[in-house]
């Protein structure tokens, strides 16, 4: 809680407060990386147990989730250097790619939600059986969370505006980058583990 | 809905609950109106991010949730001893049951223990509060609003009724429909993030906020154990999070994870269920041993036997707890070879857990044990545990497990581990810190009466079971054959007397509030750790100077050394963080939100969760970053809490 | 030190009276007075066990006692006998690792054989292929199907003694586990899932057996009778049963399965096998999807006579 800074770290660490809060996000992420790979073993688990409702490689196309997926690493990327430049100190650079890092993770939500409603429509849904219930949900809560951090990064936007590039808002936009990357590589995972799996089997 | 739907009805017990739950708050209304102390329970309770008030908040209500818990029991055992009476019917019975063993768990061992760490850690470790002072209110509203929301469901819209581990398809909505289950989802739902946030922020505490020279294997024994139960936290509590969000969207929202229907797998709770359960388990055993050598070594005048080796094997029993949750359904088919592999990784537990033993009897050794009432409840820990211990391994015992399983023979184990292990611990460790706490230490001579009653009943209660669960008894069953009545009768009268104990226990709370004698150094027990290095009471930055540290028992080595733990020209402005209300607010309104969709009311219920996520957009716009108190204020109130 | 001795003597003999009493009331309970081949092996591996436990025990509570009579804090106490430092020993630490890594070793491979073992049909009566009995739970009532027998009975079975008895488990809602103590230890019954139990009687008898695991209202009532008996008076049984019993009917069956607790056994001369098998997926959904609105209602069971087969 020393307000003592030292010139050598970035930004964000210089402070005690942020130091522990960049750790305590660390820790948090742990426990994510449990959440998300509950609901991985979970969905494996059910895998097939499609009832009488259609089967994934019915279902699953290469098109619109390969976008997502390019959406969603460009996405991680633009938050990369977002970053990059909050840290050269231009509040401009930070905020027009925080915005265009913003853009591309709503268009990554819509597309979701626009995939869901297509599932929808061919039988496919929360209620349909165990293996869709597993599926929407372990996508679906990558969904939120990728919402979650939207609306997150909207709140962050307008602080910036407000208060431009200091200790705490360094820190909460970091630490922004840090979930973000975290979301893209848990795609990852969901792009392989469940719809390349799924178009396949 | 009509209105009896939402109230319970016809239960006379029930009727007389809902009379109780009037009476008292009416009368905790009047007396904060008559004396004036609204404003003084906002300012100072609900507002507050001072570890301390928190940790005697979580102990405070932990207390109330095990004076509920144990009421369930002794109306178990009355109906048990009596079952001619018709004391409980059926549902009545597994009503009890289930909210018993939630209860203890999820609301009384974790938070009593949780609480402790409140208040010991950060002063053990040279710290001036949790890292996140915000998150450790919000944790302890998340844990109190759900234990609350629980608690209601007896009164409004009816218990939930499918035990404790609340197993599918039993507890889907098919088979049990109706608000009981969902409050048990929402209410443990609640507690649990709570209990993460708790996780990640202690954890940090610990890491990072240590005093200066103490490293990690410098560390008071408490504060280890209170480490590795954070991270079994972390990584153990979001397997329930996820469980539990599975069976409330399954019985809301219609999903078929657990289901009979749509190829669900009903199985797959219990896995979930013990891949969390497991780990939770030793969530609350952990802090229990850590408690158990502090005290120990402190009333055994001597340093901890074997340090380093109590520290691995926490480590390793932690490590462990992940790799056994099969052992909690070897009966369930899964073939010889997984049992076989299950069966040996269950009893591996012993060997840290027996070298723990061991070393807590080698630091009795050559020591000089003061029979005080704390060091009574740790001694009486070693053989007890050690009887709980030893069955835990014959449970471990796969195929002898077939015939262990679900009767009664495994609910005197778990009661002899949980029993002798945490709440003898929370009673040791509670009497021991009191007076960091409260400024008084509780009087002995009652404390002795309350520790007899206690232990003695305990030994009562649950050494027949044993014999009971090898007769065939199984659990949860409200009536019983003649064969059994006998010792049924003799577990009952043990129940009574542990009942007695609790109640002198709590007497001795406004016994001594009222004549015990204050205390006028911060270290009554002349103990080794730096929590008694601060005055009492405890000023609110607990540390004036933080201490630099350099050897284990760090306050022990400051006294042989006659050094004075506090330096007057070393004193600084001390920054602190405001006091908020949000935790409070915030918390209150999902727990809103939590109980609309207890019954379903989903519109409702999306409101109040909107209610939430705007209380998360205005703390992310508070930049309130605290005050500081000045070097002058730091002298005089040190000054007068030292007598200098 | 004399006096110290006479206590310990005293406390020796205080804490070997539980024991005592352990080990001689043991031959009453059931668990530990088997009537066939399985609950004996699971008895032998628990005084097995026991042995290892009360040599724990003893060893624990006698240090103990020890230390806590010998190094109370009292005056005149040997100053010498204080050694406020002492903070560790690499022998002895690593001499009680490894006694308990012994003792589990010791526990694990008789466990582990048992466990294979468990998985067979019983050695001694080996020369003959296992009776095959379908144990399925429905909420709160046992059906037992014998298919090679083309019989079914509810709430109350018979099995020949000295023959080993194959139960195949399942569940047609919520999940139960059939255990009869006094024959052996017990299994889940789970519906859409099958699972295998052997059990044998080597005596002739009325044993208890129930559902241990807790499922609903009616729990404490899922019980029924394991009447034990020669084969030739098995025989007869099954076939007085094929003759007077009346068959099955998928309604009647349906009936049946409805949650509730019935008020007498049955018997009947056919089984449900042929249209619904729970043990399967398919039929994992059979009882939910008929009786849906009848899990929610509630029996208000007291203590007392619930049904009449006890």
Not at chain 1, 117 to 130: M, P, V
Not at chain 1, 153 to 174: E, M, N, P, Y
Not at chain 2, 98 to 110: E, L, P
Request: glycine share 8%.
């Amino acid at each position: 809680m020393s307000t003592e800074e030292s010139n050598a770290k970035p930004l964000e660490y210089r402070t005690e407060s942020g130091e522990l809060g960049i750790v305590g996000f660390w820790i948090f992420l742990a426990a994510e990386i449990a959440l998300f790979g509950t609901l991985f073993a979970t969905y494996a688990v059910l895998f097939g147990r499609t009832a009488d409702s259609p089967l994934p490689s019915d279902l699953f196309e290469p098109g619109s989730v390969l976008i997502m997926t390019f959406i969603l690493l460009i996405s991680s990327f633009t938050c990369g250097i977002a970053i990059h430049e909050m840290r050269r100190g231009s509040v401009k650079g930070l905020v027009i790619w925080l915005a265009i890092t913003l853009v591309l993770g709503l268009s990554f939500i819509g597309l979701e939600i626009h995939e869901f409603i297509l599932y929808a429509h061919e039988g496919a849904t929360l209620q349909s059986s165990a293996y869709w219930s597993a599926f929407f949900i372990l996508a679906g809560t990558h969904g939120v969370h990728v919402t979650l951090g939207s609306g997150w990064a909207i709140l962050l936007l307008i602080q910036f505006a407000q208060r431009g590039i200091t200790s705490i808002t360094s820190r909460k936009v970091f630490i922004l980058g840090l979930y973000w990357h975290f979301l893209d590589v848990v795609w990852i995972f969901i792009f392989t583990g469940v719809y390349l799996i799924g178009m396949v089997i | 809905m009509q209105l009896d739907e939402f109230f319970v009805t016809g239960e006379p017990l029930i009727y007389a609950g809902m009379v109780a739950i009037a009476l008292v708050t009416s009368a905790v209304i009047f007396l904060l109106t008559y004396f004036k102390k609204w404003g003084w329970l906002w300012r100072e309770w609900l507002t507050t991010v001072d570890h301390k008030k928190i940790g005697i908040m979580y102990i405070l209500s932990a207390l109330a949730m095990l004076f509920r818990g144990g009421a369930d029991a002794l109306m178990m055992r009355t109906q048990l001893a009596f079952p001619d009476m018709n004391f409980l019917d059926a549902q009545h019975y597994n009503e009890i049951f289930t909210t018993h063993g939630t209860v203890m768990i999820i609301f009384m061992a974790m938070p009593f223990l949780i609480g402790l760490m409140n208040i010991a850690v950060p002063l053990q470790i040279g710290a001036r509060d949790f890292a996140f002072p915000y998150v450790n209110a919000l944790s302890f509203w998340a844990f109190f609003f759900g234990a609350m929301l629980f608690n209601i469901s007896f009164v409004i819209g009816g218990s939930p009724d499918a035990g404790w581990t609340s197993y599918t398809p039993l507890a889907g909505a098919a088979m049990s429909p109706g608000p009981g289950q969902n409050f048990y989802l929402l209410g443990l739902q609640l507690s649990g993030i709570g209990t993460l946030a708790t996780g990640v922020n202690l954890m940090v505490t610990i890491l990072k906020m240590r005093a200066p020279g103490m490293t990690l294997f410098k560390m008071p024994i408490f504060s280890w154990s209170s480490l590795i139960t954070m991270f079994i936290i972390v990584f153990a509590f979001p397997i329930l999070t996820v469980a539990l969000a599975l069976l409330t969207i399954d019985r809301i929202f219609g999903s078929q994870f657990f289901t009979l229907t749509g190829e669900g797998l009903p199985m797959m709770w219990a896995n979930l269920f013990w891949m969390w359960g497991h780990p939770e388990v030793y969530i609350v055993v952990l802090p229990a041993f850590g408690i158990f050598s502090e005290v120990i070594a402190t009333f055994a005048r001597k340093q901890l036997f074997g340090y380093s080796v109590m520290v691995w094997s926490i480590i390793l029993i932690a490590g462990l707890s992940f790799l056994v949750w099969v052992h909690h359904f070897f009966t369930m088919g899964a073939g010889a070879f997984v049992n076989s592999v299950f069966s040996v990784s269950t009893m591996a537990i012993a060997v840290p857990t027996g070298v723990k033993i061991f070393n807590w009897l080698a630091t009795l050794y050559k020591s000089k044990i003061q029979i005080t009432v704390p060091m009574m409840w740790a001694l009486a820990f070693i053989p007890s545990f050690v009887m709980g211990g030893v069955t835990g391994v014959m449970l471990g015992m796969a195929a002898a497990d077939y015939q262990f399983h679900n009767s009664y023979f495994l609910i005197a184990h778990f009661h002899y581990v949980l029993i002798a292990g945490t709440v003898f611990a929370c009673f040791a460790g509670l009497i021991y810190w009191y007076p960091k706490m409260f400024g008084h230490r509780l009087n002995e001579r009652i404390g002795k009466i309350a520790f007899w009653f206690f232990v003695i009943g305990f030994h009562v209660c649950f050494l027949p079971q044993y014999f009971l669960g090898l007769d065939g008894m199984p659990r949860r069953v409200f009536h019983i054959v003649p064969e059994w009545f006998n010792l049924n009768v003799v577990s009952t009268v043990g129940a009574f007397g542990m009942g007695i104990g609790f109640a002198v226990f709590v007497y001795n709370i406004y016994y001594s509030y009222r004549y015990s004698e204050r205390e006028k150094t911060g270290d009554p027990w002349n103990g080794r750790t730096l929590e008694w290095a601060t005055p009492i009471p405890v000023p609110e930055y607990n540390f004036a100077v933080v201490p630099h540290v350099d050897s284990l028992d760090a306050f022990w080595t400051m006294k042989e050394r006659g050094e004075s733990p506090y330096d007057e020209s070393k004193v600084k402005p001390i920054h602190m963080p405001s006091n908020t209300g949000k935790p409070f607010i915030m918390m209150g309104i999902l727990t809103l939100a939590s109980f609309f969709l207890v019954f379903e009311w989903i519109w409702l219920a999306a409101a109040g969760l909107i209610g939430g996520i705007i209380m998360m957009i205005i703390r992310s716009f508070d930049y309130d970053e605290g005050y500081h108190i000045s070097s002058e204020e730091i002298i005089e109130t040190e000054r007068s809490a030292r007598g200098l | 030190m004399k006096h110290i001795r006479k206590y310990s003597k005293k406390w020796i003999l205080l804490l070997s009276i539980p024991l005592i009493l352990m080990l001689s009331g043991c031959s009453e309970l059931t668990v530990m007075d088997p009537k066939g081949p399985v609950g004996e092996q699971q008895k032998d591996l628990i005084i097995y066990s026991l042995y290892f436990m009360m040599g724990i025990i003893v060893v624990v509570f006698v240090l103990f006692t020890f230390m806590v009579i010998k190094y109370r804090d009292k005056p005149g106490r040997d100053p010498k006998d204080y050694k406020p430092d002492m903070h560790g020993n690499k022998t002895i630490e690593t001499i009680w690792t490894i006694i308990p890594v012994i003792i589990v070793t010791c526990l694990s491979i008789p466990t582990v054989n048992t466990l294979f073992d468990l998985e067979k049909p019983a050695e001694s009566s080996a020369e003959e292929e296992p009776l095959v009995i379908y144990a399925t739970a429905a909420d709160w009532k046992w059906f037992f199907s014998y298919p090679e027998q083309g019989i079914e009975t509810v709430d109350y079975l018979h099995i020949p003694k000295d023959r080993s008895v194959e139960f195949r488990l399942s569940s047609a809602d919520s999940m139960s586990a059939l255990w009869i103590p006094a024959l052996g230890g017990q299994k889940y019954n789970m519906a859409g899932m099958q699972t295998t139990l052997y059990l044998q009687a080597d005596e002739n008898g009325v044993y208890q057996g129930r559902n241990s695991n807790f499922n609903g209202e009616g729990f404490a009532e899922q019980t029924f009778k394991v009447h034990a008996e020669s084969k030739s008076e098995f025989n007869e049984w099954v076939k007085q049963t094929q003759h007077s019993a009346p068959k099955l009917t998928q309604s009647k069956y349906n009936n049946l399965l409805e949650p509730g607790i019935l008020d007498d056994t049955k018997e009947f001369s056919s089984t449900h096998l042929q249209w619904v098998d729970h043990g399967s997926m398919e039929g994992s959904d059979y009882a939910v999807k008929r009786h849906w609105d009848a899990y929610g209602k509630k029996l208000h069971l007291k203590n007392g006579k619930n049904h009449n087969h006890e």
